[in-house]
C-alpha cells in the first residue's frame, strides 16, 4: 500500500515508516461537525505535535487516534485510520487491545483513586507484563523513573495517588501510561499542570520515548512544540490547516492562519 | 460620573462611603438570611421534638418489657407422680400432660411459703399457684421430658410469674383493678408482696422476650419474639443475597451497557414508579404468584423474602445507578486508557468507588424490608407460630413470623401486658434498625479509607 501520499512533504519524507496513516478522517458529536477531513500521515520514532486554538479539534483527533470516542454515545468518526497498516476501525479489531498499543495521557490528571503503586502496576497487570512481584516493582519503578517523579514518591508508593499534587499527578499518569510499554504516546496537554522544572523533566522523557516510541502530543505552547516535536500540525475549526517539519511550521509557515497563530494574531 | 451604570436600589440610597455602617440593601440581604436561618432551625427543632416524644413514649411503654417477674420455687420431681412404673421410660413420661405437673408447682409453692413464714388468709393453695405463669407447668414438662434421669431430686426452678402479678410490680396492675379481675385477687397480690419480700418473688432479665416464641392470650408473660426475630433474620438473609447481586448487576447493565433507547427509557420509569408502588401490592403480587402459582407455602419466611426482595430492588437499582453516576468518568477513561476492557474498568475501579453508596442503598433497602408489615399479612406471617423455623435452608421454607408482624398482633390482644410486649418488640426493631445503620457507617468508612 502507498504510505508516502502526504501531498506537500513527499520529496522531505524520510526513511522512517509511517505509524499512523489517516484519511479524510470526520467527525461528529450529534450534529456538530469538530473534524473536518482529516489526513496526516504519523511517523514512527517521531515527536509529532499537535498546535491550534482552543475548541479547534485536538483531542478529538488524538482521541480517534486509541477509540477513545468510542465511549462518547454522540461521537461518529468518518473516514480510515490505519496503524502500521491496520484499518484501526474495522470490525474486527478490539479498542481494548488496540488500547495497550496506543497509551494515553489525558488533559486533566486522572490517577485511580488508589495506591501510586498500584496506578503504575494496574496495567502491567491486567496485561500480564509481570511474572511476579519482583518484576513488577522493577516495571513500577522504571515506569516512575521515566515519568520524571520516583525521587519524589519512592518512599510512600503506597500513599494514594489522588493525595499528590497536581503536577505530580500528571507526571504520574505519564508514567502509568508508559509502564504498559505502548507502541504509541497520546499526550494531551501533558504539561498543562506542571511548573517549568517538571515540564523540562517531561519533555526530556518525550524526547527518550523517541527512541522507540512515536509520541503525539497536544500542546498550546509554541515554545515546547518547537523544543520537542519533530513534525507539527497546525488545526483550527476542525480543519487540519497545516501540517509539516516543526522547523518548516515555525520559520517558514505556508498558510497564512498558521503564521497569525504562532505569532499570536489568533487563538 | 458613572451614574449612568449604577442600579435603581443605588440610585435611591446612594452607597455610604464607611463599610462600618450597612447600605439598604445588606441589611434587607442579611434580614433575609437571619429568617431563612430560623426557620431552618425551627424545623430542625420540631422534627427533634417529635423524636423525643416518640422516644420517650416507645421507652416509657416498653422498656419495662426488658424485666419480668420470675419465682423461683424449689421443686421435688415426684418420682409417684412423674414415673409411676418407675423405670423412666420416656414414653410413659411423655404421657403425663402438664396438669400432672400442676400438683407439683402447688406443693412447691406451699412449701416456698411455709419458709417464707408467709400468711395466707383468704387464698387457698390453688390460688397461690396462680401467683405463677400457666406456662411453667409446660416449662418444668420439657426439663423433665429431657433429663428424665433428674426424676425424684429437688431442684430450684426459676418460673415466669402470672402476667397480672408482673403487672402489679411494673404498676400496671392495683389493688382496686384486682378486686374486680376474675383472674387475680388482691389476696393473691398481698401474698404476691410478701414472696417478694422473701426474696422467691424477683424482677429479673427477660431474656425470654428474645427467646420465646408467641404465647397466647392468656399468657402474655409468656410471649416473646424468637420465632419472630428468626423469621426477620432468615427474610432479611434472602433479601441481601437476592437484592444485592441482582440490583447491582442490574444498575450495571442499565448505567453502563444498555444503549440508550426508549426500551431502557421505560424500563427506567417503571423502576422508578415501582419504587413508588404501595408495598401491600407487593403482597397481593406474592399472594397471587408465590403462593397460588408457584405453590410455596404460606407464612413461610422464603415468601417473605422474595416479596420484600421485589420491594426492595427498585430502592437498591435507583441508589446503585445515582452511584455509578457519581463515579467520574475521567475514572473510566484512565482505565480504558491503559487497555482495561469495560468489564475491568468497572469491576476494578468504577464499582470499588461506588461501593459506598451502593451500600447506603442495600442497608436502606433492607431497613424498609426490615419494618415492612403489610405485605406480610397477606402472604400469612400473621399466623400464630410457636414452633421455631428450623436451620436455613430447610428453615426458609417452615412457618415463622416476622418482627413488625409480631408488633401488629401483639397490638391487637385484649391484655394490656401485650401492648407493654408491643413496645418492648418496637424497641427491639429500632435496635436491629441502629444496628444496621451503624454496620452501613462502619462499612463506608472502610470502603472510603482504602482510597
Ligand atoms: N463530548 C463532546 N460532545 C459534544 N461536543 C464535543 C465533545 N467533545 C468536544 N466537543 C466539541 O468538539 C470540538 C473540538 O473539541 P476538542 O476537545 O477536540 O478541542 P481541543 O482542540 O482539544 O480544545 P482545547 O485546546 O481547549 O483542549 C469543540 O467545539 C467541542 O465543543
Ligand atoms: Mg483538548
Not at chain 1, 489526513?39 to 505535535?49: E, P, R, Y
Not at chain 1, 496506543?102 to 502491567?124: E, L, R, T
Not at chain 2, 422516644?55 to 416498653?62: A, E, F, K, T
Amino acid at each position: 500500500m502507498n504510505m508516502y501520499d502526504s501531498p506537500e512533504r513527499e520529496a522531505k519524507l524520510d526513511q522512517k515508516a509511517t505509524k499512523i496513516s489517516a484519511r479524510n478522517v470526520q467527525v461528529y458529536y450529534g450534529e456538530t461537525h469538530a473534524l473536518k477531513d482529516v489526513s496526516v500521515d504519523i511517523q514512527d520514532k517521531t515527536v509529532t505535535a499537535f498546535i491550534g486554538p482552543s475548541g479547534c479539534g485536538k483531542s478529538t483527533f488524538l482521541r480517534c487516534i486509541n477509540r477513545m470516542n468510542d465511549t462518547i454515545d454522540s461521537c461518529r468518526v468518518e473516514g480510515t485510520i490505519l496503524l502500521e497498516g491496520e484499518d484501526i476501525y474495522d470490525r474486527r479489531v478490539d479498542p481494548v487491545q488496540l488500547r495497550a498499543k496506543v497509551g494515553m495521557v489525558f488533559q486533566k490528571p486522572n490517577p485511580f483513586p488508589k495506591s501510586i503503586y498500584d496506578n503504575v502496576a494496574y496495567g502491567p497487570r491486567i496485561h500480564g507484563l509481570a511474572r511476579n512481584k519482583a518484576e513488577l516493582d522493577d516495571i513500577v519503578e522504571r515506569a516512575l523513573r521515566r515519568g520524571a517523579i520516583w525521587n519524589e514518591v519512592k518512599d510512600r508508593l503506597q500513599s494514594p495517588g489522588t493525595g499528590l499534587s497536581g503536577g505530580q499527578q500528571q507526571r504520574l499518569c505519564i508514567a502509568r501510561a508508559v509502564a504498559t510499554e505502548p507502541e504509541v504516546l497520546l499526550m494531551d496537554e501533558p504539561c498543562s499542570a506542571l511548573d517549568p522544572i517538571a515540564t523540562a523533566q517531561v519533555e526530556e522523557l518525550i524526547d527518550e520515548l523517541r527512541q522507540d516510541y512515536s509520541v503525539v502530543i497536544v500542546t498550546h505552547s509554541m515554545q515546547q512544540a518547537a523544543r520537542v516535536s519533530q513534525k507539527t500540525a497546525f488545526f483550527h475549526l476542525g480543519n487540519l490547516v497545516e501540517f509539516g517539519d516543526t522547523d518548516q511550521i515555525f520559520t517558514r509557515p505556508q498558510d497564512s492562519r498558521t503564521e497569525s497563530y504562532i505569532t499570536g494574531r489568533i487563538g | 460620573m458613572t451614574d449612568l451604570t449604577a442600579s435603581p436600589a443605588n440610585a435611591a440610597a446612594p452607597r455610604p462611603s464607611s463599610l462600618l455602617t450597612l447600605d439598604a440593601r445588606t441589611k434587607r440581604r442579611n434580614a433575609a438570611e437571619a429568617r431563612f436561618r430560623m426557620m431552618g432551625a425551627i424545623a430542625v427543632a420540631i422534627a427533634v421534638l417529635a423524636l423525643v416524644g416518640l422516644l420517650v413514649s416507645i421507652l416509657g411503654n416498653g422498656l419495662s418489657s426488658f424485666r419480668q417477674t420470675h419465682v423461683t420455687l424449689e421443686v421435688f420431681l415426684d418420682p409417684a407422680k412423674l414415673d409411676k412404673a418407675g423405670d423412666r421410660d420416656p414414653a410413659k413420661i411423655a404421657k403425663v400432660t402438664t396438669f400432672g405437673y400442676a400438683p407439683l408447682i402447688q406443693a412447691a409453692m406451699q412449701t416456698a411459703i411455709e419458709k417464707a413464714g408467709a400468711t395466707t388468709e383468704g387464698v387457698n393453695a390453688k390460688q397461690a399457684a396462680g401467683l405463677i405463669s400457666d406456662e411453667a407447668a409446660a416449662t418444668l414438662r420439657r426439663f423433665v421430658m429431657a433429663h428424665p434421669e433428674r426424676i425424684g431430686e429437688t431442684l430450684s426452678f426459676p418460673m415466669l410469674a402470672n402476667g397480672r402479678v408482673d403487672g402489679y410490680f411494673k404498676g400496671r396492675v392495683t389493688m382496686e383493678s384486682a378486686a374486680l379481675d376474675r383472674n387475680i385477687s388482691p389476696e393473691q397480690l398481698q401474698l404476691a408482696d410478701k414472696l417478694r419480700a422473701a426474696g422467691v418473688i424477683e424482677m429479673k432479665f427477660n431474656w425470654g422476650l428474645f427467646t420465646a416464641p408467641d404465647a397466647s392470650d392468656t399468657r402474655p408473660e409468656a410471649a416473646g419474639l424468637g420465632v419472630a426475630i428468626l423469621g426477620s433474620a432468615y427474610m432479611m438473609l434472602i433479601v441481601l443475597v437476592l437484592a444485592l447481586p441482582i440490583g447491582v448487576a442490574a444498575s450495571i447493565y442499565l448505567e453502563e451497557f444498555a444503549p440508550k433507547n426508549r426500551w431502557t427509557d421505560l424500563i427506567e420509569v417503571n423502576i422508578s414508579n415501582l419504587a413508588a408502588v404501595p408495598s401491600i401490592v407487593f403482597g397481593i403480587l406474592g399472594l397471587a404468584v408465590f403462593i397460588n402459582f408457584v405453590g410455596l407455602p404460606q407464612s413461610a419466611p422464603i415468601v417473605g423474602g422474595l416479596v420484600l426482595t421485589l420491594m426492595t430492588l427498585p430502592t437498591i437499582i435507583i441508589a446503585t445507578r445515582a452511584a455509578l453516576k457519581a463515579v467520574p468518568p475521567s475514572i473510566r477513561d484512565a482505565a480504558l486508557g491503559v487497555g482495561a476492557s469495560k468489564m475491568q474498568s468497572i469491576m476494578h475501579h468504577v464499582l470499588p468507588l461506588a461501593a459506598p453508596g451502593i451500600l447506603t442503598g442495600t442497608i436502606i433497602g433492607l431497613a424498609q424490608a426490615l419494618g415492612e408489615t403489610a405485605p406480610l399479612l397477606l402472604i400469612g406471617m400473621v399466623a400464630f407460630v410457636r414452633e421455631y423455623p428450623g436451620a436455613p435452608p430447610e428453615g426458609f421454607f417452615d412457618p415463622a413470623s416476622a418482627l413488625p408482624v409480631q408488633v401488629y398482633n401483639w397490638t391487637q390482644r385484649g391484655d394490656p401486658a401485650f401492648i407493654e410486649r408491643a413496645s418492648g418488640a418496637i424497641i427491639v426493631l429500632l435496635i436491629f434498625l441502629m444496628a444496621m445503620n451503624i454496620i452501613a457507617i462502619i462499612l463506608r468508612r472502610r470502603f472510603e479509607r482504602r482510597w
